[in-house]
């Protein structure tokens, strides 16, 4: 399944989204996913399998616990596509981080006013 296939399908984008801050065990994962999606256990596994497959997680057992975090070979590969874009807004954004810096040195360097004690 290519990558933007997996990364279609919202269970699966918030199922990463909840594994992003760490692991998590299966059962949580459940828990939380039926509550917002209303759907079973059972299909929340089927997620959770096709992001295994499909190198976005990870599961190691603990006990009778299986915990999943993200695993960074899925993500390596949306980047590694994205990247070939980069060159389209990177300068627009360094651009943008040009003004803003001068604005600030304008802010700080402004004379203050006599009467209110707020820079001009």
């Not at 699966?12 to 828990?31: F, N």
């Not at 695993?71 to 980047?79: E, H, I, K, N, S």
């Amino acid at each position: 399944m290519h990558v933007f296939e997996v990364l279609a399908d919202p269970v699966r984008r918030r199922i990463l989204e909840l594994l992003a801050p760490g692991e998590m065990a299966s059962g949580e994962v459940v828990e939380a996913i039926g509550a917002e999606f209303g759907i079973t256990q059972a299909a929340v596994s089927q997620h959770l399998k096709v992001l295994r497959e499909s190198g976005f997680a990870i599961v190691r057992a603990e006990a009778q616990r299986r915990l999943y975090s993200v695993d960074v070979v899925g993500l390596q590969a949306v980047d590694a596509w994205v990247g070939r874009f980069r060159t389209f807004w990177e300068p627009k954004l360094d651009a943008l981080a040009t003004e803003i810096a001068r604005g600030k040195r304008e802010r700080r360097n402004a004379p203050l006013t006599k009467r209110s004690g707020k820079r001009a």
